[in-house]
């Protein structure tokens, strides 16, 4: 028989039960699963956990570990503190720690997940499509966040799947930028990282706006990265690693040609440097509960392999400290023999 598992983290019991909530405890056990909670839940779950769930109330959980001699627990969310409290509480167990048991298990994306992300991305493309518009001279980096989030909501998203990054000019350098007062200038180059929830589930997406006309160097640039994404968005598919595929995008931008003309010149930089050195961070990561779940896809993390159904996000950037940057991503879903971006906002 197999070893029980003790559920703590809620996001894992939310992929479980189908029950969102701020306290819970699931103990697996082989094909059986029983989910104890505080009296705030009882109902909620009785009406909403998945068939097959059995809903006890937290107090019976004392009395149903007495009867284990070993149990696994989630290692990654569990506190030392924690741990000593439950050893204390519950003598003659042995807790043995266990790691990414459920988090492997919400990597592959079920029909309702998919479904979930599908209309979340479908939302993030219509408020990046009308961003536009949005865009004024004098409006803050802060402003125009709120505006994303205010038609974010009017179009159905239950929440942003993360802070909506925004920036102008030269804080477009910076990649996790936070908004600021900073007002919006002529020829300022505009960063937007933006995604929204749908019954729980994120989208991932970035586009570059620009107010006024690009100079060659920033149209090279822009122009390689959106080459970048949908070439490398070509090579995805199940069995592919994550390290091949973050390779795949670094060589293309160090090779930085061929920029779309021909007969083109490489595009060489005065410092000497090559273009991938400019990209800070990991290619892109798993999508799903979580805004990062699932797959890490950079060169620093430990080999990878993608699997069907599951989504994730393919984000080459560059960035020019103190100058300016640009990020293009899509959010992406793994299939057997390919991929299929499912954010489709205009990149150009």
């Known amino acids: 028989m197999a070893l029980s598992l003790l559920v703590s983290n809620l996001i894992n019991i939310r992929y479980l039960t189908g029950v969102e909530m701020t306290f819970g405890i699931m103990i697996m056990e082989n094909t059986k699963r029983t ?31 007495k009867k284990r001699k070993r149990i696994r627990f989630e290692a990654e969310d569990v506190s ?38 599908g209309g979340a991305c479908r939302i993030t493309d219509a408020v990046l499509k009308n961003v536009p518009k949005m865009l004024k001279i004098g409006m803050s980096e802060k402003m125009l966040a709120w505006e994303i989030e205010k038609l974010s909501r009017t179009l159905g998203a239950d929440a942003m799947a993360f802070d909506t ?8 350098a910076r990649p996790h930028h936070s908004p600021t007062d900073r007002k919006l200038k002529k020829h300022d180059i505009i960063q937007i990282d933006m995604g929204v929830k749908v019954d729980g589930y994120c989208s991932d997406c970035s ?57 083109e010149k490489m595009m060489t930089l005065t410092s000497g440097k090559k273009l991938d050195e400019f990209f800070t961070h990991g ?52 299939k057997k023999t390919g991929a299929i971006a499912l954010t489709r906002a205009k990149k150009i």
């Open 80 to 117: 030392v503190a924690r741990l000593q409290r439950w050893k204390k509480r519950y003598r003659g167990i042995e807790w043995i720690p266990a790691e990414n048991v459920i988090e492997g298990m919400r990597r592959r994306k079920r029909k309702e997940e998919l479904k979930a992300i």
């Open 165 to 172: 990054i925004v920036g102008f000019g030269s804080h477009t």
């Open 35 to 65: 989910l104890f909670v505080d009296q705030r839940y009882i109902e909620k779950a009785k009406n909403g956990a998945r068939s097959g769930i059995r809903i006890l109330p937290i107090e019976a959980l004392p009395e149903y570990l």
């Open 207 to 263: 586009r570059v706006f620009f107010l006024g006309k690009k100079t060659e160097e920033q149209k090279k640039i822009f122009d390689l990265l959106v080459r970048t994404v949908n070439e490398t968005t070509k090579q995805v598919k199940a069995g592919m690693t994550n390290h091949a595929l973050d390779k795949y995008a670094r060589s293309m931008l160090r090779r930085g040609a061929p920029l779309g003309r021909p007969g």
């Open 283 to 334: 290619l892109g990561h798993g999508v799903g509960l979580e805004i990062h779940e699932g797959a890490n896809l950079s060169k620093r993390a430990p080999k990878q392999i993608l699997q069907a159904n599951e989504v994730i996000t393919i984000e080459p950037g560059i960035y020019f400290p103190g100058k300016w940057g640009m990020r293009i991503e899509d959010t992406i879903l793994v």
